[in-house]
């Protein structure tokens, strides 16, 4: 069922001409109207591969990938870059913070996300020039905006406020300098208003269309959204309604969450979908899990993005989200494979483990080291980081009651972790608001471990130089540089962030 809904889309989007690369990270093309005779397809076809592509670029390696694990993980505490201690010196730079303007992951980073948008924009001009009002048409704009906001979120978190491009340029144009934080916050906010009030809740979409955007995903990155601007009571009545859905739970044991049987669970928020086989190759996969995948003889990936010693030591005794997470050198699994004694590191992320069930599969039966478990979904937002958005933001309100639902929900996600063993992991009971600040933190870092959060937390909680030490430099870090290239393509519009 995954494959064919995954087939469904890419093969609407390779009859797209596409938004191909351009040196421009805008990507201009002359602007007008697009019509299927363009193409030689019906409307139906062309205003639904716009969209399909603009999903299908989620997959890329500049947003799925090596920039995606850089940026968001390589750069925290929890994980280190990996590999080979020579491999890759521009993921070094990031994890050690000696980056500049002209580091390629970062640029490749930036551009990556904005070709996104720019899909989505080429999307959303499609649907605006059919004459069609129907219901299917107003939906397709839904997901267009939705994964424009995505996009969006992506690269303001990186580098603060941004060149706000809500449509194709004309190819005589100027870059639009960049906005505040907050007008970009706000721009990426109405993109997610719009189209929470338009999809449909998870429990009545049909099975073909699962992976694509729903109601509660819109609401979920809305709420991420308010979550970063300290607008804790958004952040909470917006979560709030997610929990009181019934839409979700977290009945999915832990260690099942990241195999391939565990894609699309209830706890599924939205994902972004893959597959990797012999008949459609790497074309709708991801290079997501080979990126990071067991180095050495067992030749499972390239290594990077691997869990670090202060994490490892992080978990509290007991806690099976330690073995669900991280792999030991020298460690035979559950399915029977040892990772060699000789691998270059002493740990690596499970999370991302093509399991040998997985390699197996009949459709699998290839020369698979390219792309090796390519078919690994991207989990991008699961019901246990709504949870815990609600408890921090509750706690953040303040107040007995508010208290009392920060409580109540850390619990839902310590309980799940437990797997029914209630001699560990304690439940918390502290009513101090500080104290229980730093709870919830931990237990984010912990549930959310090598997810992609942990950076971008302690950047907004205000303590990546406690945590990172003084290779983290306060007015400088909490943003990465613009790419000088983009900079220079924009005859200096774009302003640099400060430091650099």
């Known amino acids: 069922m995954k494959l064919n809904r995954i087939i469904a889309i890419s093969s609407l989007a390779l009859v797209m001409t596409g938004t191909s690369c351009s040196d421009d990270f805008l990507d201009r093309k002359p602007y007008g109207k697009v019509t299927s005779e363009d193409l030689g397809f019906g409307e139906d076809i062309l205003y639904s591969a716009n969209v399909f592509k603009a999903y299908g670029h989620m997959r890329e390696y500049s947003v799925a990938a090596m920039p995606f694990v850089a940026i968001t993980s390589i750069a925290s505490d929890d994980a280190d870059k990996g590999s080979t201690p020579t491999d890759g010196p521009d993921q070094a730079q990031i994890d050690n913070f000696r980056f500049n303007a002209d580091n390629g992951i970062i640029s490749s980073w930036y551009k990556g996300n904005y070709e996104g948008i720019t899909a989505c924009n080429l999307a959303l001009n499609t649907l605006d020039s059919i004459q069609v009002g129907d219901e299917s048409v107003e939906l397709l704009k839904a997901e267009a905006r939705f994964l424009r906001g995505v996009y969006y979120f992506n690269l303001v978190r990186s580098f603060g406020g941004l060149s706000i491009v809500d449509r194709q340029l004309e190819q005589t144009e100027q870059t639009p300098p960049r906005s ?6 706000a ?15 998870k429990s009545v979409q049909p099975i073909s269309s699962m992976g694509r955007a729903t109601r509660d995903a819109a609401k979920a990155f809305l709420a991420k959204t308010y ?3 300290k ?5 909470y009545n917006l979560t709030k309604e997610i929990i009181e859905s019934g839409e979700y739970n977290l009945k999915t044991p832990y ?19 893959c597959e990797h086989n012999i008949y459609y190759g790497r074309e709708i996969g991801s290079q997501y899990a080979q ?4 180095r050495g003889s067992l030749d499972y990936g390239w290594g990077f993005n691997t869990p670090s010693k202060a994490l490892y030591e992080a978990y509290e005794a007991g806690d099976p989200r330690k073995a669900a997470t991280i792999m030991e050198r020298g460690a035979t699994l559950e399915d029977g494979v040892k990772i060699p004694s000789g691998a270059p590191n002493a740990y690596y992320n499970k999370k991302v483990y093509p399991w040998l069930v997985e390699q197996t599969k009949p459709n699998r039966n290839f020369n698979s080291y390219w792309y090796f478990g390519a078919w690994i979904n991207i989990r991008l937002m699961r019901y246990a980081d709504v949870v815990l958005m609600n408890a921090e933001a509750a706690n953040e309100i303040g107040g007995e009651e508010m208290i009392d639902e920060a409580l109540e929900k850390l619990e839902m996600v310590r309980n799940r972790a437990r797997g029914g063993n209630p001699d560990i992991l304690p439940k918390v009971t502290t009513r101090n608001q500080a104290e229980l600040r730093d709870k919830i933190r931990f237990e984010r870092r912990i549930e ?3 997810e992609h959060e942990r950076y971008f937390d302690i950047v907004r909680w205000g303590i990546a130089g406690d945590v990172l030490g003084a290779k983290w430099i306060p007015g400088k870090h909490e943003l990465f540089p613009i790419p000088q290239e983009q900079i220079d393509l924009s005859n200096h519009i774009l302003a640099q962030n400060p430091g650099y």
Not at 180 to 185: L, M
Not at 187 to 201: H, N
Not at 231 to 235: D, E, T
Not at 259 to 271: A, C, K, L, Q
């Open 448 to 450: 959310l471990a090598m």
């Open 187 to 201: 721009f990426i906010q109405k993109d997610f208003e719009y189209a929470m009030g338009i999809l449909p809740p």
């Open 255 to 273: 260690d099942k969450i990241f195999t391939e049987d565990g894609e699309n669970s209830s706890e599924s928020v939205f994902e972004v979908q």
């Open 227 to 229: 979550l970063y601007q």
């Open 291 to 294: 990126v990071q995948g067991i």
């Open 180 to 185: 505040d934080i907050d007008a970009t916050y």
């Open 231 to 235: 607008n804790w009571q958004q952040a």
